[in-house]
């Protein structure tokens, strides 16, 4: 083959080699255009075509008369693209200004917040929430680049009101406790779905009659309780721990005859705003989570059983120990004071361990034990709220031989402070329980009810006779010759119980103590029954005197707010009703402060020291209202009173209550014959005890507009 002939073909090889690759080309185009056409073009469809969650609304949270608790709040947040920009120095500027007009920052803040971005950065945050107008300003400059977002957080109107009830959410808006948690489902609704496309940039768009399905937005819940009661409640349980220097506190407020939550309040608290900053410790609602032995509040189920059972007369006379202590089956039994010869409602009313003990004794142990179970121990209340124990109650063959006299008086037994006040609603609404709840209905995003809670009987837990016998008995705790004096309300009438109990830590009974009162009002027609517990309280150990007073505060102002509840006003002369103004001289600023508040006395002070060295008017004048009363402080020798003693102050024109006061911190204690108004004592005033030792008073009624009131430090 010539040398022409051999390059001719080669050329002719190379010349068909090249036109194979757009042949090639043109057989794969045919291929997937017409023979595997369809086919790629849905799979690209269904890569390009991609779904967003349109996200439901969470339902409100209302209290009983529709102020908003919880709500929905839209947060607007305003980034940039830098790369995205078209006209990047005129954009800038644009929305750089824009945001200027509607934040407190000026344009070139902004600015300098672009140009000292990380060159990379596709996401440069300029504000992370801006006004609903700063927002649909920045939406109509139509700027490419400009990433415009919603986000939606839960708002609590008002903060840490009712922080326990209603909880809080985490970052995925999921309720973590409270309300928030038990009614989450309803409450969260359930999201809806949008179609969208995406750009070979990977970026989504909407596109006209693209399928979606709507949100079905969550439900609303409707609570009893009362945002004005809830409100006292936790500033008079806040006070009162600071004033008696307590660890904690829980309130509960509940209507007798329905079962409905009016305020239920714990204290260390939290705000609900603020997830982050909230300590595990504080986000436990202690009322209905913690269980503790109940103390002389149990001595309810001795009184209800001994009654119906007939194991007690009520002109029964029982005689106590000189010294206060008895031994049953090896143990001591101890009264708080030797109290002598009682009867059976001075038995309740004074509370005396002894005694109850003995009542309780005479009691088959599985009759005792019906009896407690009836009322509601040792089984959850099933209160429409998370994290609830059941307390317990042992049974029968579980005692040992002084498990009756003990459990009593309140121990060896465990209850939540819920089921301890749901047993008192119970005496006050005629021997009938009552399940307690929060939620009373259940509404749509239009109004519409979708569930209305209505109250329910748990069972009945004595005979109405037997209530009918009991509630005066109740009534005499508060009274100046019962343990509750300090819960008394001028002109209204009051039932309940104190409860002190030892507290058991490391396995063994400690030197600490939680104080409970627990009560009702008014006693002939109640309508709020009302307990309140302190942890270690350091002013005193006694319910009366710590829980007591703040219950007087509470029940005070609430039964303030309507017209249903009438207190009867006593009549007497005017000047008869003009407060005494008391022997101040050689007490120390706290005493002679908090006693003349108690009298609702106005004062002025003036010198330098810690007691007061004069006043002005005298003791034993009635106060005219018109100048304050004049205090003078000073010092006094500090040799005067020695050691572990203690100066005994003048008594004379206080009631009981402002007595018990004045001694209690001065180390004293008290001891009453008759009641109302003091006007003699031994020892006299300015005599020297011991601390521990007992001061005698005897008092006579006197108007009640006299007796004065407690007022928070």
């Given at each position: 083959m010539s040398e022409r002939s051999s390059i001719m073909g080669r050329m002719f090889l190379l010349l068909g080699l090249i036109l194979l690759l757009p042949a090639g080309i043109l057989v794969q185009m045919l291929r997937i255009n017409i023979v595997e056409g369809d086919g790629f073009r849905e799979l690209w469809s269904s890569q390009a075509?991609?779904?967003?969650?349109?996200?439901?609304?969470?339902?409100?949270?209302?209290?009983?008369?529709g102020s908003v608790l919880a709500t929905n709040t839209v947060i607007y947040r305003a980034a940039l693209d830098p790369h995205s920009l078209n006209n990047r120095e005129a954009d800038i500027t644009k929305i750089a200004e824009t945001l200027s007009r509607h934040t407190t920052r000026s344009a070139q803040f902004y600015r300098n917040r672009i140009q000292n971005a990380p060159p990379r950065s596709?996401?440069?945050?300029?504000?992370?929430?801006i006004p609903v107008q700063a927002y649909e300003d920045l939406s109509e400059l139509n700027i490419h680049g400009l990433i415009l977002e919603e986000e939606y957080r839960r708002n609590y109107n008002f903060e840490s009101l009712a922080a326990h009830v209603i909880g809080f959410m985490n970052h995925n808006m999921d309720g973590m406790a409270g309300l928030e948690a038990q009614y989450n489902d309803i409450l969260r609704g359930n999201d809806g779905v949008q179609q969208v496309r995406k750009d070979r940039f990977n970026q989504i768009f909407a596109y006209v009659g693209a399928p979606r399905k709507l949100p079905e937005q969550g439900y609303s819940l409707h609570t009893t309780i009362n945002a004005q009661i809830q409100a006292i409640v936790e500033e008079e349980l806040e006070e009162g721990i600071d004033r008696h220097r307590a660890k904690q506190g829980t309130v509960i407020v509940m209507a007798p005859r329905s079962g409905a939550i009016k305020a239920m309040a714990n204290f260390p608290t939290f705000n609900p705003n603020s997830p982050a900053t909230i300590q595990?410790?504080?986000?436990?609602?202690?009322?209905?989570?913690?269980?503790?032995?109940?103390?002389?509040?149990?001595?309810?189920?001795?009184?209800?059983?001994?009654?119906?059972?007939?194991?007690?007369?009520?002109d029964e006379q029982f005689e106590t120990p000189e010294n206060g202590r008895t031994i049953i089956h090896g143990q001591t039994m101890r009264d708080h004071n030797p109290l002598g010869t009682l009867n059976f409602t001075d038995v309740i009313a004074r509370s005396s361990n002894i005694a109850t003990s003995e009542i309780a004794m005479r009691l088959q142990p599985d009759t005792f034990y019906q009896y407690a179970r009836n009322l509601g121990f040792g089984t959850p209340t099933q209160i429409d709220l998370p994290g609830e124990r059941g307390g317990r109650l042992q049974r029968p063959y579980e005692w040992s031989r002084v498990t009756l006299p003990w459990m009593s008086i309140g121990?060896?037994?465990?209850?939540?402070?819920?089921?301890?006040?749901?047993?008192?609603?119970?005496?006050?609404?005629?021997?009938?329980?009552?399940?307690?709840?929060?939620?009373?209905?259940i509404t749509d995003e239009f109004g519409n009810i979708r569930q209305q809670r209505k109250p329910k009987t748990v069972r009945r837990v004595a005979?109405?006779?037997?209530?009918?016998?009991?509630?005066?008995?109740?009534?005499?705790?508060?009274?100046?010759?019962?343990?509750?004096?300090?819960?008394?309300?001028?002109?209204?009438?009051?039932?309940g119980k104190t409860g002190t109990a030892q507290k058991y830590i490391d396995g063994r009974y400690q030197s600490r103590y939680r104080a409970t009162f627990v009560g009702f009002f008014p006693v002939e027609k109640p309508e709020y029954a009302i307990?309140?517990?302190?942890?270690?309280?350091?002013?005193?150990?006694?319910?009366?005197?710590?829980?007591?007073?703040?219950f007087k505060q509470i029940a005070t102002r609430v039964s303030g707010l309507g017209n249903t509840i009438q207190r009867s006003t006593p009549q007497g002369d005017i000047a008869d009703q003009k407060p005494v103004i008391p022997h101040l001289r050689g007490l120390n600023n706290e005493e002679a402060a908090t006693l003349l508040r108690m009298k609702n006395i106005p004062f002025s002070v003036s010198g330098k020291g810690d007691f007061v060295v004069q006043q002005s008017p005298a003791a034993g004048e009635h106060f005219n209202g018109n100048t304050p009363l004049q205090l003078e402080f000073g010092a006094l020798a500090s040799d005067s009173i020695p050691e572990g003693y203690a100066e005994i102050p003048d008594l004379r024109h206080l009631n009981m209550r402002q007595a018990t006061y004045l001694l209690l911190s001065r180390g004293l204690n008290l001891e009453t014959i008759g009641s109302g108004t003091v006007y003699s004592q031994f020892p006299n005033a300015g005599d020297l005890m011991q601390k521990g030792r007992t001061v005698t008073v005897r008092g006579r009624a006197q108007s009640l507009n006299q007796t004065g009131s407690i007022a928070s430090n």
């Open positions: 075509i991609d779904y967003v969650s349109i996200p439901a609304q969470r339902g409100h949270i209302y209290d009983v008369n596709k996401y440069v945050v300029l504000e992370r929430q595990n410790e504080n986000r436990r609602n202690f009322a209905v989570s913690d269980m503790i032995e109940p103390g002389s509040t149990f001595k309810i189920t001795t009184a209800i059983a001994a009654v119906e059972q007939n194991a007690v007369q009520f121990y060896e037994v465990h209850a939540t402070p819920l089921q301890i006040l749901q047993a008192y609603a119970a005496l006050a609404n005629n021997g009938v329980m009552m399940k307690p709840y929060v939620v009373q209905s005979k109405k006779e037997t209530i009918e016998k009991l509630i005066p008995v109740f009534e005499k705790v508060v009274s100046d010759s019962g343990t509750a004096g300090w819960a008394a309300v001028d002109g209204l009438r009051i039932a307990l309140v517990l302190l942890d270690e309280p350091r002013t005193s150990i006694f319910g009366g005197f710590t829980a007591g007073s703040i």
